[in-house]
């Protein structure tokens, strides 16, 4: 499966490196570090999650309050992550 990031989900995670690098220094690296990870695991696990807003799957960071959610393109067998 191929993941395209949405420039708006790109946006988001860029804002939460911030938030967190602010908190400490090197929890930024490791929120993208994380959700990166995160993001990866559909490539296993998509479809696994439970819908929300009727369209999207929702997957929920396992180590910071994230979720991300994404579409499933069967046509193209790739998934649209927007956070």
């Not at 499966?1 to 804002?15: C, F, P, Q, V, Y």
């Not at 602010?22 to 990166?36: A, D, N, R, V």
């Not at 369209?55 to 069967?74: C, D, E, I, M």
């Amino acid at each position: 499966m191929k993941i395209k990031i949405l420039k708006s989900a790109k946006n988001d995670l860029r804002e939460g490196f911030y938030f967190y690098e602010f908190q400490q220094t090197g929890l930024g690296t490791y929120f993208l570090e994380t959700l990166s990870s995160d993001i990866e695991s559909l490539k296993l696990f998509a479809g696994t999650h439970s819908i929300h807003f009727e369209k999207y799957y929702r997957l929920l960071s396992k180590r910071f309050p994230f979720a991300v959610y994404y579409q499933l393109n069967k046509k193209r067998n790739q998934g649209l992550c927007c956070g």
